[in-house]
């Protein structure tokens, strides 16, 4: 047996909130997940997906990127807390309390 869904009324697009986008493309993208297992639950195509990923990545500040947390087992022989930049397939580690000039510096040099 077939099904339909009829839209009355003058729209006949969803409306989806900005919160709803997040969860979606968020819930996609998460590690080990199914991009269109998701958008299949969610009644999409996974190309709408892939759409809101990039539209919610343009409107994000610039110089800003995604950071993971996680215990270092191996400081380095730096005291205290590391910041471990990787870029490019380059990786650097800074101490904690390293300047914010210097951190900024060896970002845009792993960028060039």
Known sequence: ??????ISGVERRRRWSQGQKQALVSAAFAPGACVTEVARRADVHPNQ???WRSDLVAGEAPGFAAVEV????????????VI????????????????????????GALRR
């Open 70 to 81: 996680r215990p270092d087992r191996d400081d380095g022989g730096l005291a205290g807390s």
């Open 1 to 6: 047996m077939n099904h339909m869904m009829v």
């Open 84 to 107: 471990m930049v990787e870029l490019a397939g380059a990786s650097v580690r800074l101490a904690a309390s390293a300047p914010p000039a210097l951190a900024g510096a060896v970002i």
């Open 49 to 51: 997906l892939y759409r």
